[in-house]
């Protein structure tokens, strides 16, 4: 799900953490790109990280949220404001919703209303794009920037992103068209993915290099364009007819032992046959995925492709629907899920490929799942040295045990992940379940205290509430009220200064028959017996 920005400012810092972590922002679409406590600094916040939308306190400090909104909408009139009050007074709706604010959010927040709402806040948002695209961005950056745009819009089209008719109108507009004369052939250089990962910094320094020096002079030779295709590799699209072939490659070879000279890593580079027409670019596009391909596994680092060599879509090589599935089962935590989507990407390779590709497969969704709790969470030693074992022992792993090993580890990263959160949670959430026990010790005798007044008091989701006090204390909040009363109950008992009825109306359990049932549940005693059974204890 493509993400979209939002901001969220609050002035009691403990209500902004439990809004940041509390909701599932990211399953909702959307990407948290900044907090703030102030309204200034969050409309600092707002002209520097340009959100698409932002959620809002009205009663804050200095700057209400509703000045907040008038300022912001003077330099950026297309924010999507969503505000949120604790106090249910008509005039703040009625005001917010005269600013044009999408919408308006009650604390406690109830977490069907806000999914709702924010639903509603990305549908919106979507339809927005996809009319700034169509009029102000065509307009503005496309027709000012034609190389760029059609280094994207043909990116776009070759990863079939868009239709073949919506390509050519698109590029129509910046007086580019494509007949069927046009003779193309691409270019594919990168480097070896598990050395982008595992040396991050180093390929971000000498891949930028390198990258630059090849485009500066392969376009100095030929028209064409080029865009990244992944984090490795980089695609020249070159305008040009069949007998140029052996120059290309001719240049390319001189361009690449160049490049060797700026880098430690091993350069690997393809070069397709030619393909004609706005189709053919297609054909190319996946010609050089699949050579590529075969350059990685054979370790050759460079191949030429022609116009015999099949051409096979690209999902058929490497299932990378199920390792979005694997990923997204890991970042939510779910086992269940992880173990369905891993035997789909098994199922997809099995019986298709030879064993030793069938590893590489492995091998490549190992390093992606590597890079991902590398970037989202950070690997702990042990985790990364599961991986690091298992890539440097798979050449000599049958293809059985080397997909159970994967799995291992793919379950450890889980197990790791979720204790991270757990750990993360108590910690964040510390403040909220201290201040909880004190209203709930302070009101303990109110018949009505319950699990919404206490999640209410704290500003909480009350099903939210409910998870995070059973996770910190181990019991339910029912029973830990219950405990409570129970053991002022017992006190009450040994002092001996009221009947059964009174003290049950003492610690806030008013029904004489279930207070009688709880006591005996808990202490093993009725309110009768445990008197007697005290003094006989200290006699």
Request: with cysteine.
């Amino acid at each position: 799900m493509k993400q979209i920005k939002m901001i969220i400012i609050d002035d009691e810092p403990i209500i902004l953490r439990g809004l940041v972590e509390t909701y599932p922002w990211h399953d909702m679409g959307f990407e948290i790109v900044g907090t703030a406590t102030k309204a200034t600094a969050g409309l600092e916040l707002i002209k520097e990280k340009r959100p698409q939308v932002v959620l809002t306190d009205i009663k804050m400090n200095q700057m209400t949220g509703l000045m907040l909104i008038d300022h912001a909408k003077k330099f950026n009139k297309d924010i999507v404001f969503i505000v949120m009050s604790a106090y249910k007074e008509f005039e703040y709706a009625k005001q917010a919703c005269d600013m044009g604010v999408f919408g308006y959010l009650v604390k406690p927040i109830e977490e069907e209303t806000l999914m709702q709402t924010m639903k509603s806040v990305y549908e919106y948002c979507e339809s927005k794009t996809m009319l700034e695209i169509e009029y102000d961005y065509l307009k503005e950056i496309l027709l000012e920037n034609k190389g760029s745009f059609q280094n994207v819009i043909t990116e776009r089209y070759l990863k079939e992103e868009i239709t073949e008719t919506a390509f050519i109108k698109s590029l129509e507009r910046i007086g580019k068209n494509f007949t069927i004369k046009n003779g193309f052939i691409g270019i594919c250089i990168g480097f070896d993915i598990a050395y982008c990962i595992l040396n991050q910094e180093e390929f971000e320094a000498q891949g930028f290099a390198v990258f630059n020096y090849l485009e500066k002079y392969i376009f100095e030779r030929y028209k064409g364009w080029s865009f990244k295709d992944g984090q490795d590799k980089v695609i020249f699209i070159l305008n040009m007819e069949q007998e140029e072939i052996t120059e290309v490659k001719v240049l390319v070879d001189k361009l690449v032992s160049e490049s060797r000279k700026m880098t430690s890593m091993e350069i690997i580079s393809v070069i397709s046959a030619v393909f004609y027409g706005v189709q053919g670019l297609r054909l190319m596009y996946t010609q050089l995925q699949k050579i590529y391909d075969l350059a990685c596994e054979s370790g050759l680092h460079m191949l030429t492709g022609n116009n015999n060599i099949e051409v096979e879509n690209k999902d058929h090589i490497y299932p990378k629907n199920e390792e979005l599935l694997i990923i997204n089962s890991i970042r939510k935590g779910d086992t269940k899920g992880l173990k369905e989507a891993y035997i789909q990407f098994l199922l997809d390779i099995e019986g298709v490929y030879k064993n030793e590709y069938i590893k590489k497969c492995l091998q490549r969704m190992g390093l992606s799942v590597e890079f991902f709790v590398y970037d989202s969470y950070g690997l702990i030693p042990d985790i990364k040295a599961s991986f690091d074992s298992f890539y440097e022992l798979l050449p000599s792993l049958t293809k059985e045990k080397a997909q159970d090993i994967l799995f291992e580890i793919l379950k450890r990263v889980i197990e790791v992940k979720n204790q991270y959160s757990v750990e993360k949670n108590k910690r964040y959430f510390s403040e909220y379940i201290e201040k909880a026990l004190v209203y709930i010790e302070d009101n303990l005798v109110d018949e009505t205290l319950s699990i919404t007044s206490v999640s209410e008091y704290v500003y909480l989701n009350p099903v939210y509430f409910g998870r995070l006090f059973k996770g910190a204390l181990n019991m339910s909040f029912k029973q830990y009220v219950l405990n409570k009363r129970i053991e002022l109950a017992k006190k009450k008992i040994i002092e001996g200064s009221s009947n059964i009825v009174t003290i049950g109306n003492e610690v806030g359990i008013s029904n004489s028959s279930y207070f009688t049932q709880v006591f005996k549940k808990i202490t093993g005693y009725l309110p009768s017996e445990y008197k007697k059974e005290m003094v006989d204890e200290i006699s």
